[in-house]
T-cell receptor, first 116, second 111 residues
């Protein structure tokens, strides 16, 4: 059973640029959630995707967008990068959106984004 | 709205002594509650979960937590700390399709 993987591991961008982060969910999982973890803080929920549709969103602006593909892998896109977007971005998968609420989510190691 | 508050940003214990990490929750209905651990440069790992079954929940690595509705608490405990327990711990709840993390408690374990 393959776990959740994320790419790239680290990324450096400049303010105003756009970035795409990728996540491969655990085998058999159709639900992916994305989180932003700023230094010294807990992860903040960005959004959740289920069967290629967004079905839950946190308090993030529209320049944070996502995609989920038929194989359930996912992308997080951030446009017009700001310095405050510097953070660890985590992806988590679960077998069902309902189970994401009551059961374990499986987290990837994260992508460290630095915006200069 | 659902939320969790971790009462301590840092906790320091000596190896072999008990661990207590405190979490209070706010929920309009019976919540799902979790504790996750994050070791440096590693992914988040589930320690235990409460989903309205037994109020005393046992997890991995000797950790357990007790759901107390009257106190709206879900504190994490371990009888004897080990050096490998040093990490960041997060109390987590869910609401709809959102997952809400507490701010985290950094556990230091002294030799």
């Amino acid at each position: 059973e393959t776990g959740v993987t994320q790419s790239p591991t680290h990324l450096i961008k400049t303010r105003g640029q756009q970035v795409t982060l990728r996540c491969s969910s655990q085998s058999g999982h159709n639900t992916v959630s994305w989180y932003q973890q700023a230094l010294g803080q807990g992860p903040q929920f960005i959004f959740q995707y289920y069967r290629e549709e967004e079905n839950g969103r946190g308090n993030f602006p529209p320049r944070f967008s996502g995609l989920q593909f038929p194989n359930y892998s996912s992308e997080l896109n951030v446009n017009a990068l700001e310095l405050d977007d510097s953070a660890l971005y985590l992806c988590a998968s679960s077998p069902d959106p309902g189970l994401a609420s009551t059961d374990e989510q499986f987290f990837g190691p994260g992508t460290r984004l630095t915006v200069l | 709205a659902q939320s969790v508050t971790q009462l301590d940003s840092h906790v320091s214990v000596s190896e072999g002594t008990p661990v207590l990490l405190r979490c209070n929750y706010s929920s309009s209905y019976s919540p799902s509650l979790f504790w996750y651990v994050q070791h440096p440069n590693k992914g988040l790992q589930l320690l235990l979960k409460y989903t309205s079954a037994a109020t005393l929940v046992k997890g991995i690595n000797g950790f357990e937590a007790e759901f107390k509705k009257s106190e709206t608490s879900f504190h994490l405990t371990k009888p004897s700390a080990h050096m490998s327990d040093a990490a960041e711990y997060f109390c987590v709840t869910t609401g709809g399709f959102k997952t809400i993390f507490g701010a985290g408690t950094r556990l230091f374990v002294k030799a």
